[in-house]
């Protein structure tokens, strides 16, 4: 495995599990960010049934996609701090694992939300948040650590590579919040994964212009 192919895969990681978001919950007419979860679920409800399997089961396919782009970690890391490189490495991988399996429970939203038992539906949904609070953690965790690590120089990216990284970027979410209808539902309803894309795409632009990565 080379430092660019991890860079490529990480990219196709993010964009296919963009795919699968968009899979789940697009609809042309948006959704309404000031009721987004019952508003995403109202739309998750109306559309086939094959849509929910195809965009569940993406989550934890991408997920093990990501895994792998993520390993850009250890082969970036300095040798020196190559210890701290497989710690920030695996907080990462364990969160997008959590973060896949939290994908593919979302398919439940659209498919339990067309029963007429409420109670099942309103207990799912309760762990559902229960889960993502510690998936969000956990990955918030990673994402600073990645942050740090290329902050502080420990790997072969220039520092201010760490302004393009996931934790960074997503200070940006009240402005895609505020986008037109129809590029919203695009943008903010895929913005975690947008933000990895763009993490990937920045990496793929420094080590296209750095010699020294190659």
Not at 45 to 58: A, D, E, T
């Amino acid at each position: 495995m080379t430092l660019y192919k991890s860079i490529l895969i990480g990219l196709l990681g993010s964009f296919l599990m963009f795919l699968g978001d968009m899979t789940l919950y697009y609809d042309p007419d948006d959704y309404d960010s000031k009721d987004t979860i019952n508003s995403i679920i109202g739309i998750m409800k109306n559309v086939s049934i094959k849509r929910l399997y195809i965009g569940g089961l993406l989550g934890p396919i991408c997920a093990f996609i990501y895994c792998i782009g993520f390993y850009h970690i250890i082969l970036s890391i300095q040798e020196k701090y190559l210890t701290i490189g497989w710690f920030v490495f695996l907080i990462n991988i364990f969160g997008m694992i959590l973060g896949g399996a939290y994908h593919i429970q979302c398919a439940y939203l659209g498919l339990l939300s067309r029963h007429e038992n409420k109670g099942v539906f309103d207990e799912f949904l309760k762990f559902l948040k229960f889960q993502a609070k510690i998936v969000f953690g956990i990955m918030a965790l990673g994402n600073m650590a990645i942050a740090l690590i290329i902050l502080l120089g420990f790997t072969a990216f220039p520092s201010w590579q760490a302004l393009f990284t996931p934790i960074i970027l997503i200070i940006l979410t009240p402005i895609a919040g505020r986008l037109p209808k129809g590029l919203h539902m695009i943008i903010r309803g895929g913005w975690l994964n947008i933000i990895y894309f763009i993490y990937y795409l920045s990496l793929l632009f420094i080590f296209i212009y750095t010699p020294i990565l190659k």
